[in-house]
């Protein structure tokens, strides 16, 4: 009996159902390392699915009880944070090696929503960005990642990079988005994610101002299409409503005035 072969898939159940009492009684990081070595013990019986479950509610029960430390603003080191992240790796990493690139993208989601909600947007940029490489087939979804590490970029005030990221974005949609027959001109989420994209980096150029040797040829390009100077009514950009177009006009020549009471007044319609 000494010698006889451990009965894994009986520990993994038993592991299971102690980290769902303990989850009960609110010992989150408790239950969370039963659940770690439940996907031992998965590993164990080459049960790929199963590991990463077991890990990515690991990984989840590491992070609320790092919120709930927070909320008591209980003094710590962030180890649980550093657990939850570490669980969150790993189970990316099998689903990787399962070839399901969706699931891996969505918990590199989950993790970076997870860091930019603890006002932690720095570190979310690595996790949105490793979501937008894992969804290469589907260009809708990279695009609302890309449209995050943007955000936090903001958030961080790397201003240039999200520009960057705007820029990029809006590239993706004309190369890679679906289109009208014998035009170039985005429809459906694809033409909002372009407006949306086309606001923002306005709105970036004005706030940055590079000089004219530092501006980028498709930098230049986006504010010609602004200046009084090149107006021409039968130009106008197609994917955005007149309305929009005039207001950021507007915009850009108020800024280039430094007519501040101008912007002022334009910011409430702008909202």
């Given at each position: ?134 969804q290469t087939q589907t260009p ?8 995050e590490i943007a955000t936090c ?24 988005g679906l289109q009208l027959p ?90």
């Open positions: 009996r000494f010698l006889r072969k451990p009965n894994v898939a009986e520990a993994s159940e038993q592991f299971g159902q102690l980290a769902k009492e303990l989850k009960q009684q609110d010992c989150l990081q408790y239950a969370a390392f039963c659940n770690l070595a439940m996907a031992r013990c998965e590993q164990t019986l080459f049960n790929a699915p199963g590991e990463a479950l077991a890990l990515t509610d690991a990984a989840r029960l590491f992070l609320s009880s790092e919120k709930e430390n927070r909320a008591l603003q209980a003094p710590g080191f962030d180890e649980h944070l550093q657990a939850a992240l570490n669980c969150y790796s790993f189970a990316i990493k099998v689903y990787i090696e399962m070839n399901q690139p969706v699931m891996a993208a969505s918990l590199c989601l989950e993790l970076g929503n997870a860091l930019k909600e603890m006002n932690r947007p720095g570190e979310a940029i690595v996790h949105y960005q490793r979501a937008a490489e894992l809708i979804e990279a695009l609302l990642s890309m449209e970029k903001i958030l961080t005030r790397d201003y240039d990079g999200a520009l960057s990221v705007f820029t990029e974005m809006q590239l993706m949609c004309q190369e890679r014998g035009t170039s001109t985005p429809v459906g989420a694809f033409l909002d994610i372009v407006a949306k994209c086309e606001i923002s980096r306005v709105l970036l150029l004005m706030l940055l101002e590079p000089p004219p040797q530092k501006l980028l040829p498709e930098h230049a390009q986006t504010l010609e299409r602004y200046a009084w100077e090149s107006f021409d009514p039968h130009s106008q950009v197609t994917f955005l409503p007149e309305n929009v177009f005039l207001l950021l006009q507007s915009v850009v020549m108020a800024c280039q005035e430094k007519d501040t009471e101008s912007l002022k007044s334009l910011q409430t319609e702008l909202w």
